[in-house]
């Protein structure tokens, strides 16, 4: 595991919000590309996937500081798996990753997940999209920043290329007013709710 260095602009702002971890808090880097999921958003996305979560794998295509998934991890999911390209904000999430699992050990249990330094387009999923109970969070940077306008685009194509698999759930997080796609491959959306600029799009596996 790879171990964070931590430098002044790096603050724990925020916490895990519910479940075993509770209260835990977390860093992130505020003057990083990269940011953590709002409260609010997080909060309105547990409350919907409800008992979904629990015994679930939980996959982070931005994994940022790790704040999606640890919650997951936090209310009963069997696994997390990170994707960052980011250095710096890999490192965040690792720290952020094994301070949980002490956390986790003083209270008798232990936290799985995976983490890769890797940009989240290259990877080969077939390691998670066999297993049986799949949530992918995808919550890119938004399309309105240099270099990422296609970045949604280049997510519904990776998407409808899943095919059938052990994904039952996709949700993305993007700036509210874009327009998404109704049906991607064997996914359908079922669910949207909006908070100023971000929106989350729910998506489910059609049978």
């Not at 430098?7 to 971890?21: C, E, M, P, V, Y």
């Not at 509770?22 to 953590?36: D, I, Q, V, Y």
């Not at 994994?63 to 710096?88: P, Q, R, T």
Request: one cysteine or more.
């Amino acid at each position: 595991m790879a171990k964070a260095k931590m430098t002044d602009n790096k603050q724990a702002r925020f916490h895990i919000q519910s479940g075993s971890l509770k209260h835990l808090k977390l860093l992130w880097n505020a003057k990083s590309s990269t940011r953590p999921t709002k409260s609010i958003v997080k909060e309105s996305f547990f409350n919907t996937m409800g008992s979904e979560i629990v015994d679930s794998v939980f996959v982070e295509g931005f994994g940022g500081c790790g704040s999606m998934g640890l919650e997951a991890l936090s209310l009963g999911a069997s696994e997390a798996v990170f994707y960052e390209i980011d250095k710096e904000a890999y490192n965040i999430l690792c720290h952020n990753l094994a301070n949980a699992q002490n956390v986790a050990q003083k209270i008798g249990k232990t936290l799985n997940f995976f983490t890769f330094n890797a940009d989240f387009f290259t990877q080969s999923f077939q390691s998670w999209t066999n297993s049986q109970k799949v949530i992918l969070y995808l919550d890119p940077p938004f399309c309105i920043r240099e270099g990422m306008q296609d970045i949604y685009e280049r997510l519904f194509t990776l998407v409808r290329n899943l095919g059938r698999c052990g994904v039952r759930f996709i949700v993305f997080e993007h700036l509210s007013g874009y327009n998404v796609p109704k049906i991607l491959g064997v996914y359908t959306q079922y669910k949207m709710r909006s908070f100023g600029k971000s929106t989350l799009t729910y998506y489910i596996a059609k049978d």
